[in-house]
């Protein structure tokens, strides 16, 4: 059974930074396109970035552009978000997702495991 466990949330100021992992077990991350999402209090979840399976293609949601950095270590089976600049507006319950396919995806229907999320809330 495939089990994806985010970590790395936290409480913390406007501006400061957060590193946030998901690590897989049960299945390869490798071969899988990873992305990251987010859900605020009484809003949809909305697609943050994604990565392919390779790691040579990276996409960001227009709010977290030039601030949000994913990356993966297929050998660790882990996948990372670097989070710059923090905004209280990126306050969310952050899940990190593995997709069906190799390629770059933006939408939540083509991700088929899901974290069960980590906490970020940024003060201002």
């Known amino acids: 059974q495939v089990q994806l466990v985010e970590s790395g949330g936290g409480l913390v100021q406007a501006g400061d930074s957060l590193r946030l992992s998901c690590a897989a077990s049960?299945?390869?991350?490798?071969?899988?396109?990873m992305g990251w999402f987010r859900q605020a209090p009484g809003k949809e979840r909305e697609f943050v970035a994604a990565?392919?399976?390779?790691?040579?293609?990276?996409y960001y949601a227009d709010s977290v552009k030039g601030r949000f950095t994913i990356s993966r270590d297929n050998a660790k089976n882990t996948v990372y978000l670097q989070m710059n600049s923090l905004k209280p507006e990126d306050t969310a319950v952050y899940y990190c997702?593995?997709?069906?396919?190799?390629?770059?995806?933006?939408?939540?229907?083509?991700?088929?495991?899901w974290g069960q999320g980590t906490q970020v809330t940024v003060s201002s």
């Open positions: 990565i392919s399976w390779s790691g040579g293609s990276t």
């Open positions: 997702a593995t997709s069906y396919y190799g390629r770059l995806t933006l939408d939540l229907r083509d991700y088929a495991y």
């Open positions: 049960g299945r390869t991350l490798s071969g899988y396109a």
